[in-house]
């Protein structure tokens, strides 16, 4: 095996152009910087040519279309401008080419397309424009297309896509675009896809039935757009046509323009992998599907690995032939979702990570005590709803929860004190509910503040100000003098002095006697003693 070039600093010398023999250049991860060279493109030997992850600047040299035999190109994750050199259309062997994490802009070259041998196009996060050219569904070889977080507008055919991809495509990556218009209904049996991931765009319609085709569909991702559903019978109800999914792992259909009730589920087993899924911020109603979700695997050959295992399309599935040592790439999912009240970015998702979160819609009734049936969760958030009735005490029995969120929903009754076993709690909002009686306390409950409880103000105990002992306090005996209703609003004198009238009497006749006097005379003579007094005029 070749040694690796490691550690180096500043350019790469323009005499690396003399070994004419070199068939493999790897620089990937060096600290290099300045611009690329031109004379990488005398090494005509080259099948392998890896110069990512440095900090390198300028055009890509147009030279490197003369390396022909390149069957390998991968310049992702550096600083390097201008368009792609339409000389790349040249390098008819190449199976592998990354161009992403780059600031390229302009149009995807048309000759581009002529790679038939492709496997693998990368060529997310850049400032790419235009429209995806219609010859990108000839590469009937490519496996992994990342065409993500780019400036992409206009429809895409994707009909027209998978007929042509056939088989062979693993994974399909169109995130953060402009991309509009429906998608087709025309997934068909037999496609080996993993990983679909539009989200962020402005697709409308209806989500393909034919998804339910995708037997080796592990991660869905539609969320930010505008789709919506229409549902012909209540058979056809979402989710029940996906729900037999066998690799399913991640549903997200987070802030699209879904509504109507969540169907029932059929007999048998109902989403067996599924570890993520996120409905929030749609117009779903009816009652919370809990019974959908409640067969969801414990996923044990996970728990048992020291190993961390991450959702992701396994890196031997696109082998890359002329590597100079054991890395291969891997394609690992990434998403979005709101964890502990805040938008968390996952640059990875962990496969023992297990999530639901169906807030921002419109479910309505009380969380059944089935709730319990979800185990294994760590995020639990059915925050802004019309949920009513109590808080079950069976969430206790979700040992591995850390974020629950039940805040702006109609709840009632007390926190139940067993919420105090669920030791991974690190976070917990109930606000804005109608909650009442005390605050449990212990364990994780010691380190919530006030803003978890605020808005039920029938809640007391710490962390609130209010206590439950002033809650059952009894109430206050009524007043020795009175205070006329009608004057309770007028000058802070016209009770003040009546105390004196009572403390001039009392102080000559005794404390008991000057009281009683007292009071007559105020009763009685009112407007006699103030005149005496002159108070009337201080009152006013």
Same mark, same amino acid.
């Given at each position: 095996?070749? $040694? ?8 790469? $010398? ?43 600047? %300028? ?29 790349? #259309? ?6 592998? /080419? ?7 802009? #302009? ?12 496997? *693998? ?26 065409? #993500? ?41 037999? &496609? ?62 987070? !802030? ?12 048998? !087993? ?7 899924? +996120? ?26 690995? +020291? ?15 002329? &590597? ?63 949920? &009513? ?11 591995? /929860? ?28 109930? *606000? ?9 306390? %212990? ?21 609130? *100000?209010?206590?439950?002992?002033? !809650? ?16 309770? *609003? ?25 009281? &009683? ?24």
């Amino acid at each position: 095996m070749e $040694p690796r070039i490691h550690k180096f600093l500043g350019e790469i $010398p323009t005499t690396i152009g003399n070994l004419g023999s070199l068939n493999t250049l790897d620089l990937r991860s060096c600290n290099f910087s300045g611009s690329i060279p031109s004379a990488p493109g005398n090494l005509t030997s080259l099948i392998y040519l890896e110069i990512s992850n440095n900090s390198f600047v %300028g055009n890509i040299p147009s030279s490197i279309g003369n390396l022909i035999q390149l069957s390998d190109l991968d310049l992702s994750v550096n600083q390097l401008i201008g368009r792609i050199p339409f000389g790349h #259309g040249n390098l008819t062997q190449l199976s592998y /080419l990354s161009l992403r994490y780059n600031l390229l802009n #302009g149009e995807i070259p048309f000759p581009l397309m002529n790679l038939t041998k492709l496997t *693998s196009l990368q060529l997310g996060n850049n400032n790419l424009q235009g429209r995806i050219p219609d010859s990108i569904f000839n590469l009937k070889n490519l496996k992994h297309l990342d065409l #993500g977080r780019i400036s992409f507008s206009g429809s895409v055919e994707f009909g027209k896509c998978m007929q042509n991809f056939g088989a062979s495509l693993l994974v399909i990556d169109l995130e953060r675009n402009k991309f509009q218009g429906s998608i087709p209904q025309t997934w068909t049996q037999g &496609t080996e896809l993993r990983i679909i991931n539009l989200r962020q765009n402005r697709f409308q319609g209806q989500l393909p039935r034919s998804l339910a085709k995708c037997m080796m569909l592990e991660v869905a991702d539609f969320s930010d757009n505008k789709l919506h559903d229409l549902f012909p019978s209540l058979h056809d109800l979402f989710p029940s046509w996906l729900e037999n999914l066998p690799n399913l792992k991640v549903l997200n259909l987070r !802030s699209n323009n879904f509504h109507g009730q969540i169907g029932t589920s059929k007999p048998g !087993s109902k989403f067996p992998n599924l570890r993520v899924i +996120d409905l929030s911020h749609n117009g779903f109603t009816g009652k919370l599907p809990l019974e959908i979700f409640g067969n969801w695997k414990q996923h044990s050959e996970f728990a048992n690995s +020291d190993i961390l295992s991450y959702i992701q399309v396994n890196s031997s599935i696109v082998p890359r032939r002329y &590597t100079c040592n054991s890395w291969l790439y891997a394609y690992n999912y990434t998403m979005t979702m709101t964890n502990k009240g805040v938008a968390v970015f996952y640059e990875k998702v962990q496969e023992l990570f297990k999530a639901i979160d169906i807030s921002s819609n419109k479910f309505g009734g009380e969380i059944s005590e089935s709730i319990e049936n979800l185990k294994g969760f760590h995020l639990h958030n059915l925050s802004n709803n019309v949920l &009513t009735g109590h808080i079950p005490p069976s969430l206790a029995n979700l040992t591995e /929860l850390e974020s629950l969120d039940l805040s702006e929903n109609n709840l009632s009754g007390e926190i139940p004190q067993q919420l105090t076993q669920l030791t991974f709690l690190g976070f917990f909002n109930v *606000s804005n509910n109608l909650l009442t009686g005390p605050i449990p306390q %212990g364990n994780q409950f010691g380190t919530f503040g006030n803003n978890s409880y605020e808005g039920n103000s029938e809640l007391c105990g710490r962390p609130l *100000s209010k206590n439950f002992e002033d !809650s059952n306090a009894s109430p206050a005996p009524p007043s020795l003098f009175p205070v006329d209703q009608s004057q309770k *609003s007028g000058s802070p004198f016209q009770f003040g002095w009546e105390i004196l009238v009572v403390v001039v009497v009392g102080y000559a006749s005794g404390l008991v006697v000057g009281v &009683t006097i007292g009071h007559i005379v105020i009763t009685r003579k009112r407007d006699w003693f103030m005149n005496i007094f002159g108070i009337k005029q201080l009152a006013r």
